[in-house]
Each structure stands twice: as structure tokens, then as C-alpha cells.
């Protein structure tokens, strides 16, 4: 019989994605002892396992983020200016794009965010205020009453367990696995009208409609070889899939624009007398071969997360595992296969088929198959003491050129309310939101104690998660969460009576300003 460990401390993570490794800084830097599991090898999530560079608003370089997210940026930067061959006018760029993909102006490889992450983490590492459990994965928990006692995690390796206990425990994991696992109320899928009064909500709660996950994958491109990986099994469905919603088969380079649904051509490489948008290959990549000494580089490296790949003919939480295995597995096959199509049948512009010089980078992601981890965009969601909802940041709804004024702000954000095809069979919802804050009240639930929310589970809806869950916001919201326990811990205090005291939130407050957390936009910011 396998024997089980029981791990103490003051705070503990579960997830190590980028919430969680926010928090963990937090949490350690105000001097608390913190465990942080995660089920994968890498920590990160979006920025390393799950293959996603940065999406982030056009001010992330003046404002608008975390001082700890700006040094994390700094500090994937300088990485490639002390460790890769740069050319000289790569290296005077102050905010060099090492791939200058257009989706982010710091679009970088996994691996270096690893780095990146592990350094920073590792002075409290060395130190003993952080320990990391990876390829652990929470199995159940122990509740008496309104508090979590202790969390159970599994070694996905050796099958032993290990129980844990805190005065405060927090949830970061991808799906929000923490609240089933402790009985804390949580709402998933897509509120009705009726229930959140957002003009884009449905008419019918659904609570099994969620965004498309996907399955990312790294490529280059060697001209005159072939790389054309074997034919994938569920290759032939997935060739003749063709949604009621799409303009086109999902394999192919025609797909909806997000902001009107409108067809939309795009190309894999830049055509002469298209934008860059138009170019796939240009989209997310993160090694552009140009920054680089002539030769040390063969090809650019770009990330696949497009429209092809997005996977909704199931949700991959609140189902049987048989179930969700089921659904994972049919993702990695419709990656696979929309690389099998770009190497043996797309079309190109000079009428030719396939594109087999197209190889499969597995080293990038870390992975025997080179595919990425699944990024799934949707959480289970904390019903918490303040619920955002579209009308808090939506241009129609709110006067000002900034989302409603949150007085228990702990944080800002902002990007577009951007919701992916469903799996409730519906297109792009893709609609303009303001900059926001981040309440405090969204990441308290509204009856257990002693459990933050740390990711995209926090009190927000199916609507407004679409602006809320990328990687500036998520750190911030880990690292407000890793400070908000350790605040507690240090008054006695619940997060509750703090928010809801007017001098210890004030003095929580500040003692985020003082780490560098931006509470507020400044007013110039979109005039």
C-alpha cells in the first residue's frame, strides 16, 4: 500500500498555470510558505504547456498590468539578448518581439517563459517558501462547515497521494477543479438573459455551452523536404466536417471574422498585396528568423492556435471522465489533422496542393507528440460576493471611456469580449468592452471562507469571462489572490471582512500599490 504524505503550510495552490505562479510570488513575497501543485510538467499554463504567446491591450508597455507581469516581460526579453545570437538591431529594441507576430508585442517560445518563471520563483524555492508539486492532479478534499480543511492531490506518476492543509487554499487550476472536489457552488456554461440581464446572453441558460478548447502545436517550414506526419486516424471525418455556422469545411482557409461572421480568406504565408492579418503563419509567431544572425535560424517558428483548430462537439469538464477523455482525445486528432491537410492538400496560391515542408517542432512544446497541453479558454466559475457581467464593461452600457468603477478594485484589464465558437453549436461572439478593473469581490466566494479564486474562475459570466481570462488579467488575479491570503493570515481576518471593511480594504489596497498593482487606469489611456 502506497503511503501518504501530509504537506502543511500557509497557503496552498493548486494549479500552476499563470494565476497560480502569480500567487505563488504573492503569497511568498509577503512572507508565507506556500505549496503549489500543478498536473503537468511545465508551470505556466498559457504562457508555457498550453503554446499561447501573450494576448494582451495595445498600452501593456506604458500601463495597464502588474509590476510583476512588466519584470516577467522584461525578463523574457532580456533572456534572448544574454542567451541567443541576436543582430545588433534586434538587440537595441527595447521592446523586442522575438517572433513579431502580430497578435502581441512580446511573442516568445514556451520554454523561455519556463525559464523565466523558474527564476523568478526560485530564490523563494531556495528558501523554502515555495515547494512545487508537479504532476499532481486534486482528487478530493475535506470540508467542516463553511472552511476546506484539507485538499487531496494524486502523483500522476508514482499514484501516491498527498493530503494537504492551510489555513487558505487556492484555486488556479485550468476548469476550476478545486469546487466540485470541496462542495463550493460554482455556475459553468452560458447564463441566460433572464439570470444576468447581458444583452448577448441567451435566452435559455445552457450550462454545458462553453468556449472550443484547442490544441496548439509549434511548426517551421523547410522548403523542398517532406515532413508530412502519418495520416491521423480521424482524418477523413474531420476533412469533411463542415459546421452549420462555417463558411466553409473546418479544414480549409476560409473561416468566419470574428467581428461580423463575415467569410474570411486568409493564406498561410504573406501574399503580396495582403495584410499581414491575412497570414496565418504571421498570427502567433514566435521566432522570426530575421531577429537572429544569418543562418542561425533555418526558418521562423510560429504557434498554431487559429480558428481550424478550435474543438466544441463537447465540453471537457462537468461531463464522465470517459466522456472528456473522449473529447480530448477528438481535439488532438483535429490539430493533427489540420496539419496532415496544410502538408498533403491545401490549397496554395500558385494552384499547387500541400505544403509537406511544413514540420512538426515537438521540442517547442515539450511534448512526444508535439502537441501542446489543451488550452481550454472556460473555467467553472466561482458564484462570488460580485459577479462582472457585460454591462459593467461594455461601451453601450457605461459613459466613460473605462468600465464601471469597482471601489474593491485589485486590479486591471482589458482586452475584447472575445467568446469562440461553442460547443452549443454557436459562431464567434466577438463585441467591444472597455478597459476594466478587477473587483475583489469576484474572487471571494460567497460562502466559503478560506478559498480564493486564482484564474479564470472567478465571479464573472460566460459573457464577460471572454475579456477576463487572458494573461495580464490572469496574473494579476493570482497575484491579488496570493496577497489577499497572506494579508488575511496576517490580520485574522476572512477575505470577506476585509472587502468588506472600508479600512482593511483600504490598507489592502495599498499594500498592493506598494507591490506595483494598478488599481485604476489612468485617464488618458484611449484618448
Given at each position: 500500500?502506497?503511503?501518504?504524505?501530509?504537506?502543511?503550510?500557509?497557503?496552498?495552490?493548486?494549479?500552476?498555470?499563470?494565476?497560480?505562479?502569480?500567487?505563488?510570488?504573492?503569497?511568498?513575497?509577503?512572507?508565507?510558505?506556500?505549496?503549489?501543485?500543478e498536473?503537468?510538467?511545465?508551470?505556466?499554463?498559457?504562457?508555457?504547456?498550453?503554446?499561447?504567446?501573450?494576448?494582451?491591450?495595445?498600452?501593456?508597455?506604458?500601463?495597464?498590468?502588474?509590476?510583476?507581469?512588466?519584470?516577467?516581460?522584461?525578463?523574457?526579453?532580456?533572456?534572448?539578448?544574454?542567451?541567443?545570437?541576436l543582430?545588433?538591431?534586434?538587440?537595441?529594441?527595447?521592446?523586442?518581439?522575438?517572433?513579431?507576430?502580430?497578435?502581441?508585442?512580446?511573442?516568445?517560445?514556451?520554454?523561455?517563459?519556463?525559464?523565466?518563471?523558474?527564476?523568478?520563483?526560485?530564490?523563494?524555492?531556495?528558501?523554502?517558501?515555495?515547494?512545487?508539486?508537479?504532476?499532481?492532479?486534486?482528487?478530493?478534499?475535506?470540508?467542516?462547515?463553511?472552511?476546506?480543511?484539507?485538499?487531496?492531490?494524486?502523483?500522476?506518476e508514482?499514484?501516491?497521494?498527498?493530503i494537504?492543509?492551510?489555513?487558505?487554499?487556492?484555486?488556479?487550476?485550468?476548469?476550476?477543479?478545486?469546487?466540485?472536489?470541496?462542495?463550493?457552488?460554482?455556475?459553468?456554461?452560458?447564463?441566460?438573459?433572464?439570470?444576468?440581464?447581458?444583452?448577448?446572453?441567451?435566452?435559455?441558460a445552457?450550462?454545458?455551452?462553453?468556449?472550443?478548447?484547442?490544441?496548439?502545436?509549434?511548426?517551421?517550414?523547410?522548403?523542398?523536404?517532406?515532413?508530412?506526419?502519418?495520416?491521423?486516424?480521424?482524418?477523413?471525418?474531420?476533412?469533411?466536417?463542415?459546421?452549420?455556422?462555417?463558411?466553409?469545411?473546418?479544414?480549409?482557409?476560409?473561416?468566419?471574422?470574428?467581428?461580423?461572421?463575415?467569410?474570411?480568406?486568409?493564406?498561410?504565408?504573406?501574399?503580396?498585396?495582403?495584410?499581414?492579418?491575412?497570414?496565418?503563419?504571421?498570427?502567433?509567431?514566435?521566432?522570426?528568423?530575421?531577429?537572429?544572425?544569418?543562418?542561425?535560424?533555418?526558418?521562423?517558428?510560429?504557434?498554431?492556435?487559429?480558428?481550424?483548430?478550435?474543438?466544441?462537439?463537447g465540453?471537457?469538464?462537468?461531463?464522465?471522465?470517459?466522456?472528456?477523455?473522449?473529447?480530448?482525445?477528438?481535439?488532438?486528432?483535429?490539430?493533427?489533422?489540420?496539419?496532415?491537410?496544410?502538408?498533403?492538400?491545401a490549397?496554395?496560391?500558385?494552384?499547387g496542393?500541400?505544403?509537406?515542408?511544413?514540420?512538426?517542432?515537438?521540442?517547442?512544446?515539450g511534448?512526444?507528440?508535439?502537441?501542446?497541453?489543451?488550452?481550454?479558454?472556460?473555467?467553472?466559475?466561482?458564484?462570488?460576493?460580485?459577479?462582472?457581467?457585460?454591462?459593467?464593461?461594455?461601451?453601450?452600457?457605461?459613459?466613460?471611456?473605462?468600465?464601471?468603477?469597482?471601489?474593491?478594485?485589485?486590479?486591471?484589464?482589458?482586452?475584447?469580449?472575445?467568446?469562440?465558437?461553442?460547443?452549443?453549436?454557436r459562431?464567434?461572439?466577438?463585441?467591444?468592452?472597455?478597459?476594466?478593473?478587477?473587483?475583489?469581490?469576484?474572487?471571494?466566494?460567497?460562502?466559503?471562507?478560506?478559498?480564493?479564486?486564482?484564474?479564470?474562475?472567478?465571479?464573472?459570466?460566460?459573457?464577460?469571462?471572454?475579456?477576463?481570462?487572458?494573461?495580464?488579467?490572469?496574473?494579476?488575479?493570482?497575484?491579488?489572490?496570493?496577497?489577499?491570503?497572506?494579508?488575511?493570515?496576517?490580520?485574522?481576518?476572512?477575505?470577506?471582512?476585509?472587502?468588506?471593511?472600508?479600512?482593511?480594504?483600504?490598507?489592502?489596497?495599498?499594500?498592493?500599490?506598494?507591490?506595483?498593482?494598478?488599481?485604476?487606469?489612468?485617464?488618458?489611456?484611449?484618448?
Amino acid at each position: 500500500m502506497t503511503a501518504v504524505t501530509r504537506l502543511k503550510s500557509d497557503v496552498m495552490i493548486i494549479g500552476g498555470g499563470v494565476g497560480g505562479a502569480a500567487a505563488a510570488l504573492s503569497a511568498a513575497r509577503s512572507g508565507k510558505k506556500v505549496v503549489m501543485t500543478e498536473e503537468e510538467k511545465w508551470i505556466g499554463g498559457q504562457l508555457t504547456s498550453q503554446a499561447v504567446p501573450p494576448d494582451e491591450h495595445p498600452w501593456i508597455e506604458q500601463f495597464g498590468c502588474t509590476a510583476t507581469y512588466r519584470d516577467f516581460r522584461n525578463r523574457v526579453r532580456e533572456y534572448y539578448k544574454q542567451h541567443y545570437p541576436l543582430t545588433p538591431e534586434a538587440r537595441r529594441k527595447q521592446n523586442l518581439n522575438p517572433g513579431n507576430g502580430w497578435v502581441s508585442r512580446l511573442c516568445h517560445e514556451p520554454k523561455v517563459a519556463l525559464a523565466v518563471l523558474h527564476d523568478m520563483l526560485a530564490p523563494y524555492e531556495s528558501s523554502g517558501k515555495v515547494e512545487i508539486l508537479h504532476k499532481h492532479r486534486i482528487t478530493g478534499a475535506e470540508t467542516e462547515g463553511d472552511l476546506i480543511k484539507t485538499v487531496t492531490v494524486r502523483n500522476l506518476e508514482t499514484g501516491s497521494d498527498v493530503i494537504l492543509e492551510a489555513p487558505y487554499f487556492l484555486d488556479a487550476t485550468e476548469c476550476g477543479d478545486v469546487l466540485p472536489a470541496a462542495g463550493v457552488e460554482y455556475v459553468t456554461g452560458a447564463e441566460s438573459i433572464e439570470q444576468t440581464g447581458e444583452p448577448s446572453a441567451l435566452e435559455e441558460a445552457d450550462p454545458l455551452d462553453m468556449q472550443a478548447v484547442s490544441v496548439c502545436f509549434a511548426l517551421d517550414y523547410k522548403e523542398g523536404e517532406d515532413h508530412t506526419i502519418e495520416k491521423p486516424e480521424d482524418y477523413e471525418f474531420w476533412k469533411e466536417y463542415e459546421p452549420d455556422f462555417w463558411p466553409d469545411k473546418l479544414l480549409s482557409w476560409t473561416h468566419p471574422f470574428p467581428e461580423n461572421l463575415k467569410p474570411w480568406s486568409r493564406d498561410l504565408f504573406k501574399q503580396e498585396g495582403r495584410t499581414l492579418i491575412d497570414s496565418l503563419w504571421l498570427f502567433r509567431r514566435i521566432i522570426d528568423k530575421d531577429n537572429f544572425e544569418e543562418g542561425f535560424y533555418e526558418s521562423d517558428i510560429t504557434l498554431v492556435n487559429w480558428p481550424q483548430i478550435d474543438y466544441w462537439l463537447g465540453p471537457v469538464f462537468e461531463i464522465p471522465e470517459e466522456e472528456r477523455q473522449k473529447h480530448l482525445k477528438q481535439a488532438k486528432q483535429l490539430s493533427l489533422s489540420f496539419l496532415y491537410w496544410m502538408q498533403t492538400e491545401a490549397p496554395r496560391p500558385d494552384g499547387g496542393y500541400g505544403y509537406p515542408g511544413l514540420r512538426l517542432r515537438k521540442d517547442i512544446v515539450g511534448t512526444e507528440d508535439g502537441m501542446a497541453v489543451p488550452y481550454i479558454r472556460e473555467s467553472r466559475r466561482i458564484e462570488a460576493e460580485f459577479t462582472v457581467v457585460e454591462q459593467h464593461v461594455s461601451p453601450d452600457h457605461q459613459p466613460e471611456v473605462k468600465g464601471e468603477y469597482f471601489y474593491d478594485s485589485v486590479g486591471v484589464g482589458s482586452y475584447r469580449i472575445d467568446l469562440h465558437p461553442s460547443t452549443g453549436d454557436r459562431n464567434y461572439l466577438d463585441v467591444s468592452s472597455l478597459p476594466f478593473q478587477i473587483p475583489l469581490g469576484s474572487l471571494i466566494p460567497k460562502r466559503v471562507k478560506n478559498l480564493v479564486a486564482a484564474a479564470k474562475n472567478i465571479g464573472v459570466t460566460h459573457i464577460t469571462t471572454g475579456c477576463y481570462r487572458l494573461h495580464p488579467v490572469e496574473w494579476n488575479i493570482g497575484e491579488a489572490a496570493g496577497a489577499l491570503a497572506a494579508y488575511c493570515i496576517e490580520k485574522g481576518l476572512t477575505p470577506s471582512e476585509v472587502r468588506n471593511s472600508e479600512t482593511e480594504l483600504k490598507a489592502f489596497q495599498e499594500t498592493l500599490e506598494k507591490a506595483g498593482v494598478e488599481l485604476d487606469w489612468p485617464e488618458l489611456q484611449v484618448r
